[in-house]
Structure formats: structure tokens, C-alpha cells
């Protein structure tokens, strides 16, 4: 018998949604390189990436209300798609109107979805703002050369840093909860500059333990 797609997980109380496995990035603390799932879930691999019906029906199943986030990640980067995810947090909006939406994302959808995003004259940060309440973006590094190395970021590597950057800001200056996070891959020194650079932006920073 097939087993159904894990298109939502539970992890510390909060319910997350996997809509992709798609992933500019091969960051080098990836947890895909280590399960199958996510702090004990089932597979996240997906046959195919969930449809709305698909995904509407997955949260029917779920008591929306028990959960004090609910949070767009799974095994890939949820603005890969980009009108996909928006969709499916206005349908969260319309059935659930007190949740708390979190996306997890490394901050680079400028750098895939720019003519998706500016279709209508407004850009990622912007379309995002409007569904989503807090953000997390993966700051991974103080500068460039250290988050090139732990991010590997493809297609634009030379512009990855400062697209992430861009977007964190815009994100702030919408007045969204916004956080960074890095993970305690890089030294001491390197995670002392990548604070010093959240610092200077207004953002906070969480370091997150690499679990193996």
C-alpha cells in the first residue's frame, strides 16, 4: 500500500507544511542529508508537489486552532512557490482567521521568482507581508565569503548574501516579527560576526544547534 505524502507535520507544538522539495541552496547543515524526516516526522519526500485541493484537504484534517504557529517548512524552500504558499495562507486566513503564519526561508525569492513577483507591481517581500506574520531567514554567515561557503546558493552566488539581506530589511520595514537564524556549523569568530551583522540591521539572531 502507498503511503500518503507528509504535506503537514507536527514539531514542539506547531504544525509545519510541506509544499515543495525544490531548493536553490545546499547549505551544508541541510538536515535532508541526514533523514528522511524532520525531528521524528514521516518521509517528507514528495511524489509531486501537493496541489491546492491537495493541500486544503490535508489542513481539514487538522485542528487549526490547537496550534500557536503554523510555519511553511518542510524538505525544501517554500518560495519556490512563491503564489502557491500565498494562496494557501489566505485559505488559512479564511478558515482559521486567529493563526499565526511563520515562513522559514533563506530569503532569496528575489532571486527565482522576480518576474512571478513583480507581475503586478509589487515585489516578494511585499506579497509575502501581506499574508504572513513572522518571518525567520537564514542568516548563516557575517558576510559573503562565510555564508557562500555553509549556504552554496545556486544560479547567483554572487548575489545571494546581499538579496538576503535586502529581503530581511524589506521585511522589517513592512513592520513583520522578523528573525535570523544561523547554525553553529561556522566558528566562534564567525558566529560572533554574523550577531554583530543582525545587530546592526535591528534583527534579532538565534544560533541553532547542528543536530546530526
Not at 125 to 133: H, P, S
Not at 148 to 166: F, I, S
Request: aromatic share 8%.
Amino acid at each position: 500500500m502507498k503511503r500518503a505524502m507528509t504535506l503537514s507535520y507536527e514539531t514542539g507544538g506547531d504544525l509545519y507544511l510541506n509544499i515543495t522539495n525544490r531548493c536553490p541552496c545546499a547549505c551544508t547543515f541541510c538536515i535532508r542529508k541526514n533523514d528522511d524526516g524532520a525531528y521524528g516526522s514521516d518521509p517528507l519526500w514528495l511524489e509531486h508537489e501537493p496541489t491546492f485541493e491537495e493541500m486544503c484537504a490535508d489542513l481539514a484534517a487538522r485542528d487549526l486552532t490547537a496550534y500557536p504557529e503554523i510555519v511553511f517548512c518542510g524538505y525544501g524552500e517554500p518560495t519556490m512557490r512563491l503564489g502557491f504558499l500565498i494562496e494557501v495562507a489566505k485559505h488559512i486566513r479564511r478558515v482559521c482567521p486567529g493563526a499565526v503564519l511563520r515562513l522559514n526561508t533563506n530569503g532569496l525569492t528575489d532571486l527565482y521568482n522576480k518576474e512571478e513577483a513583480l507581475a503586478d507591481g509589487t515585489d516578494a517581500a511585499q506579497k509575502l507581508c501581506a499574508v504572513i506574520d513572522r518571518f525567520s531567514i537564514s542568516l548563516n554567515g557575517g558576510d559573503a565569503a562565510v555564508y557562500d561557503r555553509v549556504t552554496n546558493p545556486k544560479g547567483h552566488p554572487a548575489e545571494a548574501y546581499d538579496t538576503m539581506l535586502r529581503f530581511a530589511k524589506a521585511v522589517k520595514a513592512a513592520g513583520r516579527e522578523v528573525r535570523f537564524t544561523v547554525v553553529d556549523v561556522i566558528s566562534p569568530e564567525e558566529i560572533a560576526a554574523a550577531q554583530a551583522r543582525a545587530d546592526a540591521l535591528g534583527i534579532p539572531l538565534t544560533v541553532r544547534a547542528y543536530i546530526q
